[in-house]
């Protein structure tokens, strides 16, 4: 079945970009009727929707993260990517990287499978 | 943004119990809701969309209601492995999307 896997560095420094790799396995990447997401969570923290990308390419991002955030899909390596940039001690948290349910058109919707996530800290 | 607060933050329970956790949105989402469980050390698993479609696997002890701007999760028999934590996610308006603070269901 269809699995998802973060990999990435573990630490990064503040004012750095952090960058991080969603490989999907199991499953085409390119599938209609899905975007790919990273949801991202504080320690003892909620749940924070970073931005989606379908597999043509069309991005939503949230705003709260002021222009910060790149994410890129590469449908020869079945993988997608975040970049977030400027990174502060705010941004340590667990990421996950998750398949949502949508429309190339531009419908989010729910997210039906989710990676295991991987814990970035930000520390000099 | 779409503010969506959960109620209550947490709550003791015992094996058997009947729960049930609110999500109120801060403006009608219709029915463009879901709920999620999360246990400790793991990934948010997916088990209600569209505020009342259980995914599939999910047991049946769990479901969902509402529409508009207030939503109820119910787990009818609470089980050992209910434990966790439950959030709910609105995808009627974005960006951004939203998730709500959490409910967390610990053993009384």
């Known amino acids: 079945q269809l699995q998802l896997q973060e990999s990435g560095p573990g630490l990064v420094k503040p004012s750095e970009t952090l960058s991080l790799t969603c490989t999907v396995s199991?499953?085409?990447?390119?599938?209609?009727?899905?975007?790919w997401g990273w949801i991202r969570q504080p320690p003892g923290k909620g749940l924070e929707w970073i931005g989606s990308i379908y597999y043509s390419g069309s991005t939503y991002y949230n705003p709260s993260l002021n222009g910060r955030v790149t994410i890129s899909v590469d449908t020869s390596k079945n993988e997608f990517s975040l970049k977030l940039s400027s990174v502060t001690a705010a941004d340590t948290a667990v990421y996950y990287c998750a398949r949502q349910k949508g429309y190339s058109s531009g419908g989010l919707w729910y997210f039906d499978l989710w990676g295991r996530g991987t814990l970035v800290t930000v520390s000099s | 943004a779409i503010r969506m607060t959960q109620s209550p933050s947490s709550l003791s329970a015992s094996t058997g119990d009947r729960v049930t956790i609110t999500c109120q949105a801060s403006q009608d989402i219709s029915s463009y809701l879901a709920w999620y469980q999360q246990k400790p050390g793991k990934a948010p698993k997916l088990l209600i969309y569209a505020a009342s479609t259980l995914q599939g696997g999910v047991p049946s002890r769990f479901s969902g209601s509402g529409s508009g701007t207030n939503f109820t999760l119910t787990i009818s028999c609470l089980q050992s492995e209910d434990f966790a934590t439950y959030y709910c996610?609105?995808?009627?308006?974005?960006?951004?999307?939203?998730f709500g603070g959490g409910t967390k269901v610990e053993i009384k």
């Open positions: 199991g499953g085409s990447i390119s599938s209609s009727g899905f975007y």
């Open positions: 996610q609105q995808y009627y308006s974005y960006p951004p999307l939203t």
